[in-house]
Each structure stands twice: as C-alpha cells, then as structure tokens.
C-alpha cells in the first residue's frame, strides 16, 4: 500500500511538474526552431540577395538593381509569411497536443478504478 501512496504522491507533485516542464520545452524548442520574432524583423528583407549594395552606372542599370531588389524583397516576404502561418499551425497544434496530455496525465491513475467500476456497473464497450 506504502508504494502505491507513493506512486500517486510522486505523479501529482514531481511526475506532473516534471511533464509540465518537457512539454515547455518541447514548446519553447518549436518557437526557437521557427525563429518567429526574427521572422517578423526581417519580413521585407531582400531574400539571399548577393548583391545588395549601392548600384554605379547609368539610369537604366541602377533602375534594373531597384526592381530587382524589390522583387527579392516581395520574394523574401512571401517566403517568411508562409513560415510564420506553418509556425503558428505547428505551435497551435503543439498547444493542444500539450493540453491533451496534461489531462490524460491527470487521469491515467485513475484508469484502472474508472474500468472497475464500469465492468461492475456492466457497460460493454
């Protein structure tokens, strides 16, 4: 009886905090993975655009490097957009999953009792 009072004792107080801290982390590794705050600063950034810098040369040229660079940086928005909305699914998807197993977390001990009395009520499932 003694370990089954403290199984019950270490899965409410240190086996819950210590499930509630893996899926924090696990959390907080999604959010670094996708990097979204870096994402947000940098959304109108040029995307791997080599040539950057100032363009010398006649109207033709330098207007040449502007559209180009525009068009780098429509590319680069689109492309940070499209992580930021898969960031956000994921996230809220880890989220849930998280709260799921919070729960069943909660509730696997009380299984075994749950099934008991179902089988002694007589419900088949």
Do not use: H, N
């Amino acid at each position: 009886m003694l370990l089954v009072t403290e199984l019950l004792k270490w899965w409410y107080t240190a086996g819950l905090r210590q499930r509630a801290q893996k899926v924090s982390l696990r959390l907080d590794g999604t959010i670094d993975y996708f990097s979204m705050d870096l994402l947000i600063k940098t959304l109108f950034s040029p995307f791997r655009q080599i040539s950057a810098g100032k363009v010398d040369g006649s109207l033709e040229v330098q207007l040449r490097a502007v559209v180009d660079k525009l068009f780098s940086r429509v590319i680069g928005a689109v492309v940070r957009i499209i992580l930021l909305v898969v960031g956000c699914v994921t996230i809220a998807l880890q989220i849930v999953l998280a709260v799921v197993v919070m729960i069943l977390w909660v509730f696997v001990p009380l299984m075994p009792l749950i099934g008991l009395g179902l089988s002694v009520a007589g419900v088949k499932l």
